[in-house]
């Protein structure tokens, strides 16, 4: 059940941050391995890049990928929430004194992260390549270079999520299961993991959208660090970041929305079965 509630919850954030996962990866493709100043900027910021998508594309285009976004989102968070809510209930992201451990947490965050990041690779390369034709190798390509980026953003993401709760309820400031409680903890989430993901998203996004030759191996990037550090050479720090507007926009809406709806379906599920 577990898995369930945080599939849904995942897809039902899925639904309102589509769009600005259209234009994110727009925009983190803008300008790729060219200096600033020397390529023309088709999108200026987030907002205007999301005007510009809507009237020369569609509307229409800013759900493009909608179907296998929600089939990637239901597999890797069902699968990475689910696994966390179980070392939750389980106890395991406590000390022997009963005391909430941030270490434990984001272990148990990048072991869950890994899971279904590993499992949700294909999905993610249909998101990001829709339309595309792909052999086996070509589904999977990637999924290595992702795991970083994975690894930290879930680890951020769910330890920054538990921890705030932990913390929050200390204070008191909120009852126990108060949906304020939640929704402050998924905020402050929200913005940690943005901070801590947008290099390894950008390095993520060229990674699994370079050319390939006929064996499915990459034209561009050797992996994940050689697409930071070609980013970085080419573009300086501020590439890195490239998108980080957008980023956030969808990452911390989508992060908002999937830990308060799975925080809130585990609690009526918890509550009811009692």
Same mark, same amino acid.
């Given at each position: 059940?577990?898995?369930?509630?945080?599939?849904?919850?995942?897809?039902?954030?899925?639904?309102?941050?589509?769009?600005?996962?259209?234009?994110?990866?727009?925009?983190?493709?803008?300008?790729?391995?060219?200096?600033?100043?020397?390529?023309?900027?088709?999108?200026?910021?987030?907002?205007?890049?999301?005007?510009?998508?809507?009237?020369?594309?569609?509307?229409?285009?800013?759900?493009?990928?909608?179907?296998?976004?929600?089939?990637?989102?239901?597999?890797?968070?069902?699968?990475?929430?689910?696994?966390?809510?179980?070392?939750?209930?389980?106890?395991?992201?406590?000390?022997?004194?009963?005391?909430?451990?941030?270490?434990?947490?984001?272990?148990?965050?990048?072991?869950?992260?890994?899971?279904?990041?590993?499992?949700?690779?294909? +999905?993610?390369? /249909? !998101?990001?390549?829709?339309?595309?034709?792909? %052999?086996?190798? @070509?589904?999977?390509? &990637?999924?290595?270079?992702?795991?970083?980026?994975?690894?930290?953003?879930?680890?951020?993401?769910?330890?920054?999520?538990?921890?705030?709760?932990?913390?929050?309820?200390?204070?008191?400031?909120?009852?126990?299961?108060?949906?304020?409680?939640?929704?402050?903890?998924?905020?402050?989430?929200?913005?940690?993991?943005?901070?801590?993901?947008?290099?390894?998203?950008?390095?993520?996004?060229?990674?699994?959208?370079?050319?390939?030759?006929?064996?499915?191996?990459?034209?561009?990037?050797?992996? +994940?660090?050689? /697409? !930071?550090?070609?980013?970085?050479?080419?573009? %300086?720090?501020? @590439?890195?970041?490239? &998108?980080?507007?957008?980023?956030?926009?969808?990452?911390?809406?989508?992060?908002?929305?999937?830990?308060?709806?799975?925080?809130?379906?585990?609690?009526?599920?918890?509550?009811?079965?009692?």
């Amino acid at each position: 059940m577990d898995f369930l509630m945080s599939g849904l919850a995942a897809c039902g954030a899925c639904v309102f941050t589509n769009p600005l996962e259209v234009v994110k990866t727009r925009m983190q493709l803008q300008g790729e391995l060219q200096a600033p100043g020397t390529y023309q900027r088709h999108y200026r910021n987030v907002f205007h890049a999301f005007i510009t998508i809507g009237k020369v594309d569609g509307l229409a285009a800013l759900q493009k990928g909608l179907a296998p976004a929600l089939l990637y989102q239901f597999l890797m968070n069902g699968i990475r929430l689910g696994t966390y809510g179980l070392a939750e209930a389980g106890g395991y992201l406590h000390t022997a004194e009963g005391t909430h451990s941030p270490a434990r947490s984001a272990a148990a965050g990048a072991m869950a992260g890994v899971m279904g990041a590993y499992l949700g690779s294909p +999905i993610y390369m /249909a !998101l990001t390549e829709i339309g595309q034709k792909h %052999g086996l190798v @070509g589904l999977w390509r &990637g999924a290595l270079g992702g795991l970083p980026r994975v690894i930290v953003g879930s680890s951020t993401q769910l330890c920054t999520f538990s921890s705030t709760k932990d913390l929050l309820s200390q204070w008191e400031i909120f009852p126990p299961q108060s949906w304020k409680l939640a929704l402050v903890a998924a905020m402050m989430s929200g913005i940690a993991v943005v901070l801590a993901m947008a290099p390894f998203d950008v390095a993520c996004t060229r990674l699994y959208n370079q050319p390939t030759d006929a064996q499915g191996k990459g034209l561009m990037y050797r992996g +994940i660090l050689d /697409a !930071l550090l070609q980013t970085a050479r080419t573009e %300086g720090i501020f @590439g890195m970041y490239k &998108g980080i507007g957008a980023s956030y926009f969808r990452l911390g809406p989508h992060t908002i929305l999937s830990l308060f709806f799975w925080d809130q379906l585990r609690s009526l599920y918890y509550t009811d079965t009692k």
